[in-house]
């Protein structure tokens, strides 16, 4: 593709940015909850993209509804919108339709969560960065090339899912488990879901996820005879800081490419029985968010931790006998295995970095996150995903908002990589 070419795409994108700021306006009023929030779901917004890009010349549209008895009309709709490329081979836009739900009305002072506004070059709403912003710039980067008449090498394939504020199960998940017909080994995918503020970063990989709540039993006894009981709250103390010790030593690799560049383990919630200070309880709880480098395998990590209070019960046992010892409970309430690394050669990467350093004059940073993006399940079948987009990282906080500058700027980097890939 000749550089004129994209210079027109580029001017197109320029003059459909008052379409493109109606349009997110328009993806606002219309709220997506997360059925597993308690909300409708995707269909009414699916339904209005639906009609809105019908028209436009694509290739194709798939349409593939999921069944959930708790989404209006019993569906989660997703989306995949084709512009016929010179090969098979696809680039994936991977956009996100559902959104989170608003948290507390109080906190929002600019406007309504479902009332959009603009204001100082910003679009405020429930939804605007997340991921209405990715909505948004993939399709008007298409619409340019659809009306500037211009056919990609890969074929483009726009994806907009349902349910990534909640699994997948209904989104992408679904569709590479029960469509795997729609992939092909050489495709490549650019999920625009997690950024910086300048568009400097490149997210190619993630940690491992788990979430684990342990709970600790001991022995239920009056605060001023604590030896006629057997504290729980102790036997965590020391299972915390025997943890950390276990994590440093055997798990303490330093990988420069994630930030912070190592595992991390923390305690983030706690809860007990007791309903008096001069009473031990019988139990206590303890949440673990542990972020884990990719190497490490997450069946041998708890193993380990089986292990490590095998080892302090073992200490009791010796101490006060086995009427006393305590127990352990293990809960794992969430648990995502990190899929392989996108290499950093691959050609999504690379034209990112061609398109960032053409368009915006950035040498950007590649890099790992503790967090877990859709990504993953393009990376689990082999196909490389990269995660970029220029945000404020408003997601999910009240008086969320979108940059209109963003909008339109990451359009142009997504038409650069559908011109030039």
Request: proline share 7%; glycine share 8%; charged share 25%.
């Amino acid at each position: 593709m000749s550089e004129e070419i994209l210079k027109r795409v580029v001017g197109k994108i320029d003059s459909l940015k008052d379409y493109a700021v109606n349009l997110m306006l328009e993806i606002i009023r219309r709220p997506a909850v997360n059925p597993a929030f308690g909300g409708e779901g995707e269909y009414d917004r699916a339904m209005f993209l639906l009609d809105e890009i019908k028209q436009w010349g694509f290739s194709d549209i798939k349409i593939i509804n999921v069944r959930d008895p708790r989404a209006k009309n019993g569906v989660r709709p997703n989306i995949i919108a084709y512009i016929k490329g010179e090969t098979s081979d696809k680039l994936w836009i991977l956009a996100h339709l559902d959104i989170v739900p608003p948290g507390d009305l109080s906190a929002w002072t600019v406007t309504k969560p479902f009332e959009p506004i603009i204001k100082e070059g910003k679009i405020y709403g429930r939804g605007s960065e997340d991921n209405g912003q990715a909505i948004v710039s993939s399709l008007v980067a298409a619409k340019a090339l659809l009306e500037e008449d211009i056919k990609p090498r890969r074929t483009i394939a726009i994806a907009l899912v349902s349910d990534e504020e909640s699994g997948s199960d209904y989104g992408i998940g679904y569709l590479i488990k029960h469509h795997p017909e729609l992939f092909n080994r050489n495709d490549i995918a650019l999920v625009p879901d997690a950024g910086v503020s300048d568009g400097s970063f490149i997210e190619v990989a993630e940690k491992s996820i788990l979430w684990s709540k342990l709970r600790f039993k001991g022995v239920q006894a009056h605060a001023s005879m604590p030896h006629k009981g057997l504290n729980p709250h102790r036997i965590a103390a020391e299972f915390i800081l025997l943890l950390d010790r276990l994590v440093k030593e055997k798990y303490g690799r330093i990988d420069p490419l994630f930030d912070p560049p190592m595992t991390t383990c923390e305690p983030t919630m706690v809860g007990n029985s007791s309903g008096s200070p001069n009473i031990i309880p019988g139990e206590h709880e303890v949440v673990f968010d542990c972020r884990i480098l990719p190497e490490y395998n997450l069946d041998k990590f708890l193993e380990d931790l089986n292990r490590l209070f095998s080892t302090i019960k073992s200490v009791y046992e010796k101490k006060i006998g086995e009427s006393l010892f305590p127990q352990l409970e293990l809960e794992i309430s969430m648990r995502a295995d990190a899929a392989p690394p996108t290499p950093i050669d691959s050609p999504i990467v690379s034209s990112l970095v061609e398109a960032l350093k053409t368009l915006r004059g950035l040498s950007p940073k590649i890099g790992g996150i503790g967090g877990g993006t859709v990504a993953a399940f393009f990376r689990r079948i082999g196909i490389p995903a990269a995660v970029w987009s220029t945000i404020d990282e408003t997601a999910h906080s009240p008086n969320e908002y979108c940059v209109i500058e963003n909008l339109i700027a990451d359009a142009k980097i997504i038409a650069y990589l559908m011109v030039k890939t």
